[in-house]
Every structure is written in C-alpha cells, then in structure tokens.
T-cell receptor, first 113, second 117 residues
C-alpha cells in the first residue's frame, strides 16, 4: 500500500448505529487530519493530530470522536449520527513543518438514514 | 480570518485548449502558502501545485502552472493543453499559520472543469 488509504470507501448507517472510519498513511508523516465535505460546501477541517496529539478541534459535535493510536493510523468513531452528517469524509497527512503539502486519501462516502 | 474565493462554479473547455481557473485570497499574514488540488468523481483530493508567498517565481508542475499575483492576492491555476482526464473539481486552498507543527488548510468552493472532445 502506498499513500493514504481509507476504509470503508462507502458506509450506510442508521442513526442509532456505531461505526468507525479508518485512515492509514504510508508516507512517514507525523500529522493527520479529518475533513468533512458536504454537498455545495467547502471542505471543513474537523480534527488535526500532530505527533499523535490532538491540536485542533473545530467545534465538531461530540457524536464524532477521533482516535490517533500512532502516527500512521487515524480513526473517526461515529455514534448516533444525524442525516445531515451524510458527507464525504476525507483523511489527510503531512510532515511536521511549514509549507508541507497535505496528501489525501480517497475518502469514505457516508450516508446516514 | 483567511478566505479563499473561487468565482467560477463551472467551466467548459475544448480538449487541447489552455484553461485558467481563478482563485483570490484574503489574508493579513505575510507568510502563507497556496495550493491547488484536483478532485475527480472518485473523491480523492490530488495535490497539483504549491506556491509560497515568498517565492519569486511562479510555480510550475508539468502542464500546471500557477499565475501568482501577490499585489492582487490572486493565485490562478493554468492548465495547458487540456486533456479529457482533466475533467474534475478543482480546489484552491490556503495554509493557515501552523498549530504545534500541524498546518490547517482553508479551501475555496471549487470549480468544476469539463473538457469537451
């Protein structure tokens, strides 16, 4: 595997379900990110982890819970989601330092029924 | 707060023609970075090109070049000799000041580019 991978690629869940999104980066980076992309809205940054510590949480509802067990893996745990949470969830990684490019995974398309 | 504006929701171009995608930005920082990403229908955001605010030369990467006009706060993407595979959404993004080593990107609304055969 190379680059940034995400699983699953597609997910349909009910509002009472609990599911997790997984992201793995094979680039040796030390910062990872979760973004949400809804229809007709710009990408929104949700969480930032640097050196496995959360450094940014953009006022995301508590029904989204991130986890970064090591510098290569990032999870987004989902519970009691709402239909408006249906979106494309993108993971990205970068190397610590100014001006480093973020590289994105293919995303998980989430549909909440 | 930083802001990115892409004023072209959609563009249609004939194959092999050059195309310019507009991007203007607003920031009070002296040091910043500008990125362009391509998003095909598959969803993945593909990095295309980067321009630093202190770079004196316009960035180029193959068929992609960035027309950086600092005084006008614009960073337009130019694609030369367009190909059918260039059809996708294109996003302009700006790097916000780093937080504990990690960077934040602010994205524009995007431009949907369609290349016609």
């Amino acid at each position: 595997e190379t680059g940034v991978t995400q699983t699953p690629r597609h997910l349909v869940m009910g509002m009472t379900n609990k599911k997790s999104l997984k992201c793995e980066q094979h680039l040796g980076h030390n910062a990872m990110y979760w973004y949400k992309q809804s229809a007709k809205k710009p990408l929104e940054l949700m969480f930032v982890y640097s050196l496995e510590e959360r450094v940014e949480n953009n006022s995301v509802p508590s029904r989204f819970s991130p986890e970064c067990p090591n510098s290569s893996h990032l999870f987004l745990h989902l519970h009691t989601l709402q239909p408006e949470d249906s979106a494309l969830y993108l993971c990205a990684s970068s190397q610590d330092g100014q001006g480093e490019t973020q590289y994105f995974g293919p995303g998980t398309r989430l549909l909440v029924l | 707060a930083q802001k990115i504006t892409q004023t072209q929701p959609g563009m249609f171009v004939q194959e092999k023609e050059a195309v310019t995608l507009d991007c203007t930005y607003d920031t009070s920082d002296q040091s910043y970075g500008l990125f362009w990403y391509k998003q095909p229908s598959s969803g993945e955001m593909i990095f295309l090109i980067y321009q630093g605010s202190y770079d004196e030369q316009n960035a180029t990467e193959g068929r992609y070049s960035l027309n950086f006009q600092k005084a006008r706060k614009s960073a337009n993407l130019v694609i030369s000799a367009s190909q059918l595979g260039d059809s996708a959404m294109y996003f302009c993004a700006m790097r916000e000041p780093t937080i504990q080593g990690a960077q934040k990107l602010v994205f524009g609304q995007g431009t949907r580019l369609t290349i016609n055969p």
